[in-house]
C-alpha cells in the first residue's frame, strides 16, 4: 500500500508562483509514472503533467511553458513548479503515483485570485 501527501497549495494572485509536493510512503518496490492532475470547479479531473522514472516528462498544452515536473527517485517525492498562474489554474491538484496499482493523494486546493 502506498501513501501519498501532497502540500505547497494555497491562494495567490494572478501572475504568481507555487510550488506543489508530494511524497510516497509505505510499501514501495517501485514507483512508475508520478504526476499531478487537477480538477477545476465543474470539470473533470485532468492531467496536469506526468513524468517517468528515467525522468521524462509530459505536460498538458495549457500548462507548457509554465509548470514544471520533477521527481526524486531517492526520495520517492515528485513535485510541480507553478510559475504565471491563471485564474483558470484554479483547481484542486492530485498526486498520482503507480506501481502495480494506481495511487492518487488527498489533492491541494489551489486558488488564483484576478
Known amino acids: 500500500q502506498v501513501q501519498l501527501v501532497e502540500s505547497g497549495g494555497g491562494l495567490v494572485q494572478a501572475g504568481g508562483s507555487l510550488r506543489l509536493s508530494c511524497v510516497a510512503s509505505?510499501?514501495?518496490?517501485?514507483?512508475?509514472?508520478m504526476g499531478w492532475y487537477r480538477q477545476r470547479p465543474g470539470k473533470q479531473r485532468e492531467l496536469v503533467a506526468t513524468?517517468?522514472?528515467?525522468?521524462?516528462?509530459n505536460h498538458a498544452d495549457s500548462v507548457k511553458g509554465r509548470f514544471t515536473i520533477s521527481r526524486d527517485n531517492a526520495k520517492n517525492t515528485v513535485s510541480l513548479q507553478m510559475n504565471s498562474l491563471k485564474p483558470e489554474d484554479t483547481a484542486v491538484y492530485y498526486c498520482?503515483?503507480?506501481?502495480?496499482?494506481?495511487?492518487w493523494g488527498q489533492g491541494t486546493q489551489v486558488t488564483v485570485s484576478s
Open positions: 513524468i517517468t522514472t528515467t525522468g521524462s516528462p
Open positions: 509505505g510499501i514501495i518496490f517501485r514507483l512508475n509514472t
Open positions: 498520482y503515483a503507480s506501481t502495480f496499482s494506481d495511487y
